[in-house]
Every structure is written in structure tokens, then in C-alpha cells.
Antibody, heavy 122, light 107 residues
């Protein structure tokens, strides 16, 4: 069964740092791009970042560019999101999600994790 | 960034109803549109991609149409498990953007 499991969320002070992880299983991890999407509880979805299967290409929303870094360790089937300079507006549930295609990056996410919650507050 | 506008933002319907949700893009996105369903406390689940292609395993009561700037998601016969929030997402270019969501509630 294809599965994604996020971890690493928590309470952090403004300006602080946090690293989220996303452990993958049930598919050939290196073949698929993975995306982070966040959601303020009760609000809509916001794309955060995407990384290609081999890790060579990364893409970021303007709202996190320069503060967040997406990376992956294909030997560990794990995706990361290093977050620094955190702001109150980064408070959200963070989901990792797998691209539906192993041929080309199509930016349609067919498997999602259950999410991990990040709260930025003093 | 391409702005995705969904309408309505919420509505009430009854089991058995045929319902349609609309999504409009601020510029031409060809058929680069996906629809997701999200239930409370759960992650989104993809229903449709390429505007009208049903994702594997998704019931055929869901259908999508449109191209360019105007798109629709139709649920042919609403069942209890379909009461949820639906989002459209464009993947024509970066940044990927989602519509604000349409909440389908029980009448």
C-alpha cells in the first residue's frame, strides 16, 4: 500500500526553525516528485514546494522562498522541509503528497499523508 | 499567479441530487486542472485530472469538464459520503494554485 507519513510538527516561536519529515512506503520513491501543501485549519489549500524525483529540481511558493528548503534522501525514502524564519502566517497543517506520474512531473497529487501541524506563536 | 475562483463557496443539497461546482481560472490554463475532495480532518483526495480524466478508483458519478478558463465538477447522484469540500487546482504553471473550495452540505 502506498503510504506517506509526516512528522516533525510542533510549536515554535516566531523566527524559529523546524524540520518536517515525510516517510514514504509502498512505491519506488525515487521515481516520483513530492510536494508540500499546507492548510490553515478551516481554510483552503496552499502549495508550498515541490521536488523532483532525483532531487535535482526544486520549486517554491514566493511566500516561503528563501526561508524553506525542500530536500529528499532517496536512500531513506524520506522527504524533508527545513523551515526557518518562521512567521505566524506559517501556522498550518503541512501535507506531503506524491505526484501521480512517474514519467513526468504533472503536479497532480494522488497520495497524501495525514498532515503534521505547525504552530508559530510566542 | 493564476487565480482560481470557485463558485459557490458553499451550498446545501439532498441525497440523490445532481450537483455542479464551477471553477474559473484568471487566465487560460488549457486542461491543466485537477479536482480534489476533502473531508473534515482528512487529507485531500484527487478525483479528476486533466480537467475530465477520472482518477483511478474514483466512482464514475464524478465527472469534470471544461478547458481554457472555465471548468465544472459534477456529481451525478449525491450520496452521504460525498458531503465534503471540493477544491480545484491548476497546474499550468508555477505557482500551483487552488481554488478557495466549495463546501457541499446536507440539506
Amino acid at each position: 500500500e502506498v503510504h506517506l507519513l509526516e512528522s516533525g510538527g510542533g510549536l515554535v516561536q516566531p523566527g524559529g526553525s523546524l524540520r518536517l519529515s515525510c516517510a514514504a512506503s509502498g512505491f519506488t520513491f525515487t521515481n516520483y516528485a513530492i510536494t508540500w501543501v499546507r492548510q490553515v485549519p478551516g481554510k483552503g489549500l496552499e502549495w508550498v514546494a515541490t521536488i523532483s524525483g532525483n532531487g535535482a529540481d526544486t520549486y517554491y511558493a514566493d511566500s516561503v522562498k528563501g526561508r524553506f528548503t525542500i530536500s529528499r534522501d532517496n536512500s531513506k525514502n524520506t522527504l524533508y522541509l527545513q523551515m526557518s524564519g518562521l512567521r505566524a502566517e506559517d501556522t498550518a497543517i503541512y501535507y506531503c503528497a506524491k505526484d501521480r506520474s512517474d514519467i513526468a512531473l504533472v503536479y497532480v497529487m494522488d497520495v497524501w499523508g495525514q498532515g503534521t501541524t505547525v504552530i508559530v506563536s510566542s | 499567479a493564476i487565480r482560481m475562483t470557485q463558485s459557490p463557496s458553499s451550498f446545501s443539497a439532498s441525497t440523490g441530487d445532481r450537483v455542479t461546482i464551477t471553477c474559473r481560472a484568471s487566465q487560460n490554463i488549457s486542461s491543466n486542472l485537477a479536482w480534489y475532495q476533502q473531508k473534515p480532518g482528512k487529507a485531500p483526495n484527487v478525483l479528476i485530472h486533466a480537467a475530465s480524466t477520472l482518477q483511478s478508483g474514483v466512482p464514475s458519478k464524478f465527472s469534470g469538464s471544461g478547458s481554457g478558463t472555465d471548468f465544472t465538477l459534477t456529481i451525478s447522484c449525491l450520496q452521504s459520503e460525498d458531503f465534503a469540500t471540493y477544491y480545484c487546482q491548476q497546474y499550468y504553471n508555477y505557482p500551483l494554485t487552488f481554488g478557495g473550495g466549495t463546501k457541499v452540505e446536507i440539506k
